[in-house]
């Protein structure tokens, strides 16, 4: 087997972006695992993606993309007692998105802890995962699982904060609880300006980063940009474009984007994370994300190793 840079967990998701008629809309297959595992593809790293997918077209159509980046899918059979999670997505004049979602029975079932196998987590570098498969069900469980086993064996844990009302039916209290039940397995976590008020607000931060030995990003990308708490330091990056086309996979562009250059720098345990890397990842990531959101789509809008590091320049 080869060795891989990321390892990326989680659930599938499937966008509907509004198309360009009224009351149409595109289909982007993905979820932030899945987008994060292609992102990382498209630096030119070795990635790989656990998960199941839903024996549908959404399920297959999924498989189809990660084949396409040449990321691996270490759990691909597809499963009829499984329908890939939808959402039909709306795009604001601001940039926000709003989301309604479309669960089916079993949705919460397409992870399975023995999925999760520790010497997948041994050839790689990074394991990553988003709240969204904390949620809930066997998914949960795989969830934590690989969580633990990466920071046991040593490797970089990432985790993306990204809480949906529905996900957690509506009890925001019960989601704090569980992603902090995680949190001593995480180097780098990754949350929006919302959730930085569902953990206590800017004030709670350095308290919270100090507690967990964590790098933490606050993403507010289409506003004023991205900042990074890392120890006792704030460190900003602004916004890339003015005017976004599509939001759609904006975060998923900026955290694959990051973890890339921090791969490419050769950084493999947040503890050994130096300010010049985490500036330049900062910037990298959300050159990625700036990218992204002028183009239409999700998967198919995340940019490549070539094209950010020709804004870099």
């Known amino acids: 087997m080869n060795n891989l840079d990321l390892y990326s967990i989680g659930e599938m998701l499937i966008d509907f972006m509004p198309g360009n008629e009224e009351g149409s809309y595109i289909r982007n297959a993905g979820g932030a695992p899945a987008n994060v ?16 997918m839903g024996d549908d077209d959404f399920g297959h159509f999924l498989i189809d993309k990660l084949s396409a980046y040449n990321v691996e899918k270490i759990c691909e059979e597809l499963t009829k007692d499984a329908i890939t999670t939808m959402a039909f997505v709306t795009l604001r004049e601001d940039g926000e998105r709003s989301f309604t979602f479309a669960r089916k029975p079993g949705a919460d079932m397409l992870l399975m802890t023995q999925e999760v196998k520790e010497k997948d987590i041994h050839r790689t570098k990074i394991v990553h995962a988003g709240s969204c498969s904390l949620s809930k069900g066997t998914a949960a469980d795989a969830t934590r ?3 633990k086993l990466g920071s046991q064996n040593d490797k970089m844990v990432s985790f993306d904060v990204n809480y949906r009302n529905l996900m957690w039916d509506n009890d925001e209290q019960e989601a704090v609880k569980t992603i902090m039940e995680i949190m001593e397995y995480v180097d780098l976590l990754k949350i929006s300006e919302e959730e930085v ?18 790098t933490l990003i606050v993403e507010t990308l289409g506003k004023q940009g991205a900042m990074c708490y890392f120890q006792n330091e704030k460190i900003f990056c602004p916004a890339g474009p003015e005017k976004a086309v599509d939001a759609t996979g ?21 503890i050994d994370i130096q300010r010049c890397h985490v500036e330049k990842a900062l910037r990298y990531g959300n050159i990625s994300a700036g990218i992204c959101v002028q183009k239409k789509g999700a998967i198919d ?7 950010i590091e020709k804004k870099m320049e």
């Open 301 to 307: 809008s995340l940019p490549t190793r070539a094209e």
């Open 145 to 147: 699982k690989a969580l």
């Open 37 to 52: 595992a292609i992102a990382v593809s498209k630096n030119g790293l070795k990635a790989g993606f656990c998960g199941k």
């Open 250 to 270: 904006a975060g998923d562009a900026f955290w694959g984007g990051f973890l890339s250059s921090l791969l490419i720098q050769g950084i493999e345990k947040s």
């Open 197 to 214: 008020e569902m953990v206590g607000g800017e004030d709670n931060l350095f308290s919270f980063i100090e507690q967990f030995h964590l």
